[in-house]
């Protein structure tokens, strides 16, 4: 049975509204089809391998079935969601063993387009990608999401905030450090 044309109109947290109220197994597929590309390039980044990357995606869903009532509206269904894959992510990989967190490794095409014009990008610009790459792999997970947000997902720190649930200035503070960190990284350990 296909979604009706005016399921297929609702925006995600109409959507999110209905499947709560209803536990309506053809409006979540209506909700993984719409997301499930963009949850799978996410743990791809964290995982590199595309099984391991579906299981994660599936792991992502499932969890997200059960809590979907959590959110809450506060910022945009698929900011949420961009947190709730991170964190998901961020905790796999917290979970596993140092062999396997060193394989873990994220597609950084856009980082290489950084724009030089922003004070707090311009450290970046002169970073070459490959060892960036392998400097984010040295961070903490956490250092990493909150740096993967702001630079690759193009978040604003009014959106990380919400995504985080912290405040304005944690969120500056915590992509300082961890920017500082990275820059510290890069520095001493792959120059």
């Given at each position: 049975m296909q979604p009706s044309s005016d399921i297929m109109k609702l925006s995600d947290e109409d959507l999110v509204s209905a499947i709560v109220k209803t536990n309506d197994t053809l409006l979540?597929?209506?909700?993984?089809?719409?997301?499930?590309?963009?949850?799978?390039?996410?743990?791809y980044g964290f995982a590199?391998?595309?099984?391991?990357?579906?299981?994660?995606?599936?792991?992502?869903?499932?969890?997200?079935?059960?809590?979907?009532?959590?959110?809450?509206?506060?910022s945009k269904f698929s900011?949420?969601?961009?947190?709730?894959?991170?964190?998901?992510?961020?905790n796999y990989v917290t979970r596993n063993t140092a062999k396997k967190f060193e394989k873990q490794s994220v597609d950084y095409t856009d980082i290489q387009n950084l724009p030089e014009d922003h004070d707090d990008e311009s450290d970046f610009s002169d970073m070459r990608v490959d060892k960036l790459k392998q400097a984010l792999e040295l961070v903490s997970p956490d250092e990493k999401m909150i740096l993967l947000l702001k630079y690759q997902d193009n978040l604003s720190i009014k959106e990380i905030v919400t995504v985080l649930g912290i405040g304005e200035s944690a969120v500056k503070m915590r992509i300082k450090r961890a920017k500082d960190k990275l820059l510290t990284v890069y520095a001493n350990h792959l120059k």
């Open positions: 979540f597929e209506v909700l993984y089809d719409r997301f499930a590309m963009m949850v799978y390039n996410k743990c590199k391998d595309e099984d391991e990357a579906k299981d994660l995606t599936q792991d992502v869903f499932l969890k997200l079935f059960v809590k979907l009532a959590s959110f809450k509206g506060k900011t949420w969601l961009y947190a709730f894959t991170y964190n998901h992510c961020v």
